[in-house]
């Protein structure tokens, strides 16, 4: 079984700054995509950031040139560095990502999610 264990969220003024981590623990092959997702009360859940396991990343147009996304293939870890933060921004981030099994199955995973609150 495998687990996406996020952690770094928090409350944080506007203008602030966080950086969010989201772990992979299990037995598995590879991590393929990994996703940061957000979801604020009442909305539908976004994708905010993406990154595939060469490194190339892809972002919301609410974030671009404010977060960042990498990874860490040898931990199995994504990170989200979120800065000039917004009360928009507001939100439980939840992580998402594509898993090999060691029999080459591929199967997706969510992390339980952490809130995020951007507030004076």
């Known amino acids: 079984q495998v687990q996406l264990v996020e952690s770094g969220g928090g409350l944080v003024q506007p203008g602030g700054s966080l950086r969010l981590s989201c772990a992979a623990s299990?037995?598995?092959?590879?991590?393929?995509?990994m996703i940061w997702y957000r979801q604020a009360p009442g909305n539908q859940r976004e994708l905010v950031a993406s990154i595939d396991r060469g490194g190339f990343t892809t972002y919301a147009d609410s974030v671009k040139g404010r977060f960042s996304i990498s990874r860490d293939n040898a931990k199995n870890t994504v990170y989200l560095q979120m800065n000039s933060l917004k009360p928009e921004d507001t939100a439980v981030y939840y992580c998402n990502a594509d898993v090999q099994s060691m029999v080459m199955t591929l199967r997706n995973y969510w992390g339980q999610g952490t809130q995020v609150t951007v507030s004076s």
């Open positions: 299990g037995i598995f092959s590879s991590i393929n995509l």
